[in-house]
């Protein structure tokens, strides 16, 4: 059964709140309908989505999310880890289902993985837990003394955390790192060049959702300046990127669309226990490598879950 709320006007809401864009989440709003769609529920069948949008200014989210709670949706959906912050600072009776790449209990989102608590619980994939193999997976890639650069998100939540995690990293493998931090309005045009201009040989973006707004115009620079990339999204890979590690993240977000189903036809969020990503991907772009001039070991190729050619 739906729940009582969704029951008495009708069509029950789900309100999904990003800081990215409509564009940049295309694929994952795509998955969250389908475990929705696994869950018995259709779009526009017999639930409706309410969209708020950041466009990539984290200061908004406290401002949509209270406009999503003064609507009363009978679910947020938080995509990304500010939102699951906002939502959570402003509510504590609609239930609330997270997709992040952090620890949700370090981040105080929940007491437990195993008993969330209150009114929230979600989908984790950890991607920042595997910041210092991918950058190792980038050197074996593109080997050499270079420096590395880093791109990060100046406003992220997770931003100081990556930036320590892959700084100890690249202590271990003996390379230098240089890390610049992207505003919001900030000139990713100049982030790259101020790298360049530190004779980095090869870039390695931040586990973080705002990367996903910079996509086209972050590849189209590290085409012309011919930096080697590395992500913790497999679907920038595709889009041009050298190599990805991590979760497979639109599993988790169906996963996550399959859990709003459940609660919508009456489970507690407290008695749904976070999920932990099990699918991860090693992704590479032999396309992109050959663009570059680059020759990826056999071994690395073997590794691979994925080689897009």
């Known amino acids: 059964m739906l729940t009582a709320r969704a029951q008495q006007r009708g069509m029950p809401v789900i309100g999904i709140l990003h800081s990215q864009t409509r564009g940049s989440e295309a694929a994952r709003l795509a998955a969250i309908e389908q475990g929705l769609n696994e869950s018995g529920l259709g779009v526009g069948r017999n639930v409706t989505i309410e969209h708020r949008f950041a466009d990539g200014y984290n200061d908004r989210l406290p401002i949509l999310a209270a ?20 939502a959570k600072a402003a509510t504590a009776t609609i239930p609330i289902v ?6 949700p209990v370090e981040l105080g989102l929940v007491a437990s993985f195993a008993r969330p608590g209150a009114n929230i619980t979600g989908v984790t994939f950890l991607s920042n837990k595997l910041v210092a193999k991918r950058l190792e997976l980038l050197t074996n890639l593109v080997p050499g003394s270079a420096a590395i650069g880093m791109l990060a998100a100046q406003l992220n939540p997770n931003t100081e955390t990556d930036v320590r995690d892959a700084l100890a990293a690249a202590n271990v493998l003996g390379r230098a790192l240089h890390v610049v931090k992207v505003p919001p309005d900030g000139d990713l045009d100049a982030a790259v060049t101020a790298l360049v201009q530190q004779r980095v040989g090869s870039l390695f973006v931040a586990p973080q959702a705002d990367v996903r707004i910079w996509r086209d115009q972050l590849l189209a620079l590290a085409m012309r300046h011919a930096l080697p990339t590395s992500f ?44 932990v990503s099990t699918k991860f991907e090693f992704v590479i772009n032999l396309k992109t490598a050959n663009a570059l001039g680059l020759t990826i070991p056999p071994s690395l190729l073997a590794l691979a879950t994925n080689v897009i050619e």
Request: proline share 7%.
């Open 98 to 103: 997270f997709v992040t790449g952090v620890d």
């Open 232 to 275: 913790a999204s497999s679907d920038i890979v595709a889009a041009g990127g050298l190599m990805s590690y991590g979760p497979d993240q639109n599993d988790s977000y169906r996963e996550a669309g399959i859990y709003v189903g459940r609660i919508l036809k009456g489970e507690k969020p407290t008695d749904l226990p976070v999920l």
């Open 67 to 86: 406009d999503l709670v003064r609507m009363q949706v009978d679910v947020i959906l938080a995509n990304t880890t500010p939102p699951a912050i906002a």
